[in-house]
């Protein structure tokens, strides 16, 4: 079962705009992770928060969590073409064996 | 450092025949994962390897998937037989971390699979 669900399902902007992706999801979790994912590719890791942290960046990322609304938020700055991708949020939830569940993702496309 | 590797990138077969997955993962992770992507979903774990042992494999569809990770390294899935609606992109991910501890997950290319 889902244990994230990203919101919106589709975002399209144009490039330099800021992009932002939500997700909620319905356990406790020890950390949410936000992955990436490329037409045809694999995932690739982008940042993970902690449940004791409320913000965290990274370049041009910046994540929040709220673990009273069990809810997080990616946000993408000065967007470029090269962010076009699908985004995932993956929790680690407190009681399943520290695996991984993904919501079924944010389809992020960036008009050049 | 070397990414995780898996083959084939491709593979179409018929429906009711078997078909096998082989992922390496990044040398030196203790935790190795199997997961299946049908399009416009999110990434569902099928089994959870800890070295050569099994954590988790309660998504795993027992009466026709199976994998092994011998020597705690290299993994192998399998289908058997295959059914269309397993139809996916199967994806391996290792982690260096032991399970508990903050994984951060590293992803092979995956593996498309068409069943016709």
């Known amino acids: 079962s889902q244990q994230g669900e990203e919101d919106p399902q589709a975002l399209s902007i144009q490039e330099g705009e800021n992009a932002t992706m939500n997700c909620s999801y319905k356990t406790s979790i020890n950390n949410l992770q936000w992955y990436r994912q490329n037409s045809g590719r694999g995932l690739v890791h982008l940042i993970l928060i902690r449940s004791n942290e409320r913000e965290k960046h990274s370049g041009r990322l910046r994540v929040t969590l709220d673990t009273s609304k069990k809810s997080s938020s990616l946000l993408i700055t000065a967007s470029r073409a090269a962010d076009t991708a699908s985004y995932f949020c993956a929790t680690d939830a407190e009681d399943s064996s520290y695996k991984l569940i993904f919501g079924s993702g944010t389809r992020l496309l960036v008009r050049p | 450092e070397a990414g995780v590797a898996q083959s084939p990138r491709y593979k179409i077969i018929e429906k009711r025949q078997s078909v096998a997955f082989w992922c390496n993962p990044i040398?030196?992770?203790?935790?190795l994962y199997w997961y299946q992507q049908i399009l416009g979903q999110g990434p569902k774990l099928l089994i959870q390897?800890?070295?050569?042992?099994?954590?988790?494999d309660s998504q795993l569809p027992k009466d026709r998937f199976s994998a092994e990770r011998l020597k705690g390294v290299d993994s192998t899935l399998k289908i058997q037989p295959a059914k269309l609606e397993d139809s996916a992109v199967y994806l391996c991910a290792s982690s260096p971390r032991l399970a508990g501890v903050y994984n951060e997950q590293f992803f092979g290319p995956g593996t498309r699979l068409t069943v016709l």
């Open positions: 040398s030196g992770h203790a935790t």
């Open positions: 390897f800890q070295n050569n042992g099994v954590v988790d």
